[in-house]
């Protein structure tokens, strides 16, 4: 099956923010123009197939793949994330 459409690369992204620990992250601590920047990376991204199979495959919360556009991206947004969760 190919993944080729916007609705199935926006669908990645979601799924790949929430693997990552991101799906409780309230949108508004990311900046508007980073989320839409990393929205644009999938969006050109080659490697769908990939992505879904790795999401299909790996753990919650592993490290995203190497060849995620995103990669990078998500790490930092789980990082401020974790910063700014409140202390116990």
Do not use: K, Y
């Not at 753990?59 to 060849?67: L, S, W």
């Amino acid at each position: 099956m190919r993944i080729d459409t916007i609705d199935e690369r926006l669908a990645l992204f979601l799924h790949m923010a929430g693997h990552m620990g991101l799906h409780e992250l309230d949108p508004s601590a990311i900046p508007l123009g980073e989320l839409r920047a990393g929205a644009q990376r999938c969006l050109g991204c080659r490697t769908g197939e990939a992505c879904r199979d790795f999401l299909v495959r790996s753990a919650e919360n592993a490290p995203p793949p190497e060849f995620c556009r995103n990669a990078d991206t998500f790490r930092r947004w789980v990082e401020a994330a974790i910063e700014g969760a409140p202390r116990r």
